[in-house]
């Protein structure tokens, strides 16, 4: 009781200076959030999915202060891409900044704007699928984001898409706090590739909720900035239907704290969902991949491929699921998760689950932590590589299989760079 209480008192102070809009059917939909979240409270250290990441930083009253990063060292990520520019500066949506919203076989709308339609094609999509997502674990940060998301982008994808939509967060203010909320509908046969890169704000709370239908293919790249005292918890939930595609990869340098959540559904026979992650983690670093994947039906495919290198005491946590249901026959489920320790003070905390209602199917989880392989790296220096750069070729290898889920190459390429500039920084 004493927990439960603290929970709520928690959600009072957190949500108490945040604004409420019940008009319209977002206003329902936010009405409906918060009845879940009033029902949960947020969470606290005590909580199962919580017991290795601590949660005060993301749900205290006010966000401590994260100081701007200058990354003018770098080109933007994704420049070279012709995609359609979407910027949220600390969670505000920048005009200006952002290129027009139309875009060939594409509807994009802003969530800010939606509540004014009485009827608008994201009611059976917002709030839905995290509200779905909160059994059998119960998600509420993503409630408190439903309920209370400023702004975002409602996509509604009805063919191939003429080319990647890019939404590109900015951090300006040490001490921003900003709740965005997403929703694609990609159509049957339709395709759509979604790139999302920045820091976005000192304190961030996101949600992503992707309905894939039948024989459609949604693609998702991210890059998660640099600014290394941010803070941020981010859930993607996504539905998908028969003989349709879901990939997700993100990349995660630096910031203090970030907990991903991804929870996929696969309800449609013949359904393929592949989520992958490779962080990189120096000094006070904790990241955090929580991820819940359910397979519904029959002859379905999953993986889940993450990778983590980290040094001078950094934290990596995965906690991953697979949930095969009665007559989810034919299913494949594959889930790796490993860490590369650089010194002795690192950690990595794992807790891989398996759980099967079907008894025709081939699952298999792992999970591994160990140090640079020194014989391949003598064996490298042996044949004239310079140890700095033969520490960074293993580093890399052993990211790589997370990376190989990037269909695009010249995305995945310019991934590697990114990480290789990173290990270059910090002296690996």
Not at 347 to 367: R, T
């Amino acid at each position: 009781m004493a927990v439960a209480q603290a929970k709520l008192d928690v959600l009072a102070a957190r949500i108490a200076g945040l604004s409420f809009d019940g008009a319209g059917w977002l206003g329902a939909a936010r009405s409906q959030a918060l009845a879940r979240l009033s029902a949960m409270g947020l969470p606290v250290k005590r909580d199962e999915y919580w017991r290795y990441t601590d949660p005060s930083a993301l749900t205290s009253a006010e966000p401590a202060p994260a100081a701007v990063f200058d990354d003018s060292d770098e080109a933007p990520l994704f420049d070279g891409i012709d995609r359609l520019k979407l910027v949220f500066v600390d969670g505000i949506f920048d005009a200006e900044a952002s290129d027009d919203l139309a875009l060939s076989g594409v509807e994009i709308e802003r969530l800010a704007t939606a509540p004014a339609a009485d009827i608008h094609w994201a009611q059976g999509l917002y709030g839905v699928l995290e509200g779905r997502g909160q059994n059998p674990v119960e998600r509420p940060l993503a409630a408190m984001n439903s309920a209370f998301a400023t702004d975002g982008v409602l996509i509604r994808v009805t063919a191939q898409a003429a080319k990647p939509v890019n939404l590109i967060y900015r951090h300006v203010s040490a001490t921003s706090d900003a709740i965005l909320h997403h929703c694609v509908k990609v159509e049957s046969g339709a395709e759509l590739t979604l790139l999302e890169n920045g820091p976005a704000a000192a304190r961030f709370n996101k949600v992503l909720e992707v309905e894939v239908a039948d024989g459609a293919r949604f693609h998702h790249i991210r890059a998660q900035g640099r600014d290394h005292e941010r803070r941020a918890v981010t859930h993607i939930f996504a539905r998908l239907g028969s003989e349709s595609l879901f990939k997700s990869f993100t990349m995660t340098a630096n910031g203090r704290l970030t907990r991903n959540e991804a929870i996929l559904e696969l309800t449609g026979d013949d359904s393929v969902a592949h989520v992958a992650g490779a962080s990189l983690g120096d000094g006070d670093f904790l990241h955090d991949d929580t991820v819940f994947i359910t397979h519904a039906a029959e002859r379905c495919e999953s993986r889940q491929v993450y990778k983590k290198v980290l040094k001078n005491g950094a934290t990596g946590v995965f906690q991953g699921k697979i949930l095969v249901k009665q007559g989810a026959q034919k299913t494949d489920g594959y889930q790796i998760s490993q860490s590369l320790l650089l010194d002795e003070d690192s950690q990595f905390l794992a807790k891989p689950e398996l759980e099967i209602y079907a008894d025709d199917v081939k699952c298999s989880h792992g999970s591994t932590s160990g140090a640079i392989d020194e014989t391949a790296l003598f064996y490298l220096q042996s044949r004239g590589v310079p140890k700095r750069i033969a520490q960074s070729l293993l580093v890399l290898a052993f990211l790589a299989e997370a990376i190989q889920e990037i269909e695009d190459e010249a995305i995945a390429e310019d991934i590697r760079q990114r990480l290789d500039n990173w290990l270059h920084r910090h002296e690996l």
